[in-house]
């Protein structure tokens, strides 16, 4: 691993030399770069050093610090930016704009330090991974969608296995759909499955699969579609990390053209994680206020991380229901618009209990069942070239 330090304080070199440990390669930038206007800085920084990590200060000001960072996310987002400047509420602010990953203060100690490097290598190998697979999709034109709720009893799984089998039944085969509710994940029951295996399994021998194992791990759904269901068990799911998540989704993703990902309510590790890699996102956002509040929260704090790369695309659940708000009500409060409206039906829970999706059933005149075809066309529709993702976004603003 390698660290560049934009910084003139060589005793601040040694400090992190001795955090870091003998394997890390900590190198200081010419300080002529110091100089330069940072963005003229950046490329001729990159051009001499191929660190991961960059943290910039101290001795520092804080102003050229943050610009170099946000030069650093514009030019170069799979480098990871520490800054070590004393902290302020205005410069943590402008911090998570620029996509810094960790503001440090420059008298804190080593394990201060360790912890932020450890934090921004962990970034820095998500954003080259995910380079990786958005070129890969571009490429073969496949599409993860990441299923996503602020709260829980939204609808989520509803609208995940219904999306997974509307997609199914136009490209049969070619459709997967990845329980990451690691603790309580209802997928199997959605889809009235008996899984063998799970994604713990995966998980655990993800270094050693290839697409012949992975396969042996899915269960197969009557609509051909095939599923990597959660754990039997809360305890199992607690030892799948983050990265394992990344790298099973990245080997699933390479074998099918869709992958459906039904996701943890809120924005833990897993979730992000899947965000990370995702090439669509369908935020589902309940009719009542906190959920709306919520919904509105987490939009921000998606821009905020960066998180931004992805088509989104917004349900609203229980669209129909009598809470004293309607639909320009909450467009205003979450400020974009609503792409579907699914209304509520005693159809929906039936479904579940039953095992057999909306769209799996003979409802077709039903409001349900239309708005769950709508929802499967934005993405059957849509283009699969190295342009898709830009098309999707015109195609959600029409």
């Excluded at 136009?170 to 008996?194: E, K, R, S, Y």
């Excluded at 090439?279 to 905020?304: H, K, N, Q, W, Y």
Aim: proline share 5%; aromatic share 4%; charged share 25%.
């Amino acid at each position: 691993m390698s660290v560049l330090l934009l910084t003139p304080d060589r005793a601040f070199a040694d400090r992190v030399r001795s955090a870091l440990g003998p394997d890390t390669d900590v190198e200081l930038a010419d300080p002529a770069a110091l100089r330069e206007d940072p963005r003229y800085a950046i490329p001729m920084i990159a051009a001499q050093h191929a660190a991961e990590v960059v943290i910039v200060g101290p001795e520092v000001d804080a102003q050229r610090a943050l610009d170099y960072a946000h030069e650093f996310d514009l030019q170069r987002p799979d480098i990871s930016v520490i800054l070590c400047v004393p902290t302020s509420a205005d410069v943590l602010g402008e911090a998570l704009h620029a996509g810094v990953r960790d503001v440090v203060d420059p008298l804190a100690g080593d394990e201060r330090i360790l912890e932020a490097y450890k934090r921004a290598t962990e970034a820095a190998a998500r954003a080259r991974s995910q380079t990786t697979v958005e070129d890969r999709a571009s490429d073969r034109g496949s599409m993860v969608i990441a299923v996503a709720s602020p709260k829980g009893g939204s609808g989520k799984t509803t609208i995940a296995t219904n999306l997974a089998v509307g997609l199914a039944q136009a490209a049969p085969g070619q459709v997967a759909i990845v329980d990451l509710d690691l603790q309580f994940g209802d997928v199997a029951t959605a889809l009235q499955l008996m899984p063998e295996h799970s994604i713990a399994d995966a998980a655990r021998t993800v270094a050693s699969l290839d697409a012949m194992s992975l396969k042996v791990l899915l269960t197969h759904h009557p609509v051909d579609l095939f599923a990597l269901c959660a754990p039997d068990s809360p305890g199992e799911g607690e030892r799948i990390t983050a990265g394992q998540t990344a790298e099973v989704l990245k080997l699933i993703q390479r074998e099918f053209r869709y992958v459906v990902v039904d996701t943890a309510a809120g924005l833990g590790e897993q979730t992000l994680a899947a965000l990370e890699i995702a090439t669509d996102v369908v935020l589902i956002c309940a009719m009542d206020v906190p959920g709306v509040r919520s919904f509105r929260t987490t939009l921000i704090t998606l821009d905020e991380i960066g998180l931004t790369s992805a088509a989104r695309h917004v349900v609203l659940t229980r669209a129909d229901a009598r809470v004293g708000l309607n639909i320009e009500d909450i467009e205003r409060t979450i400020g974009r618009p609503i792409d579907v409206t699914v209304p509520s039906t005693r159809a929906v829970p039936l479904s579940m209990n039953q095992g057999t999706p909306i769209l799996q059933s003979e409802q077709r005149r039903t409001a349900v069942y239309q708005a769950l075809t709508r929802l499967t066309g934005r993405f059957v529709d849509a283009p699969y070239d190295t342009a898709s993702t830009q098309s999707r976004r015109w195609r959600r603003r029409r």
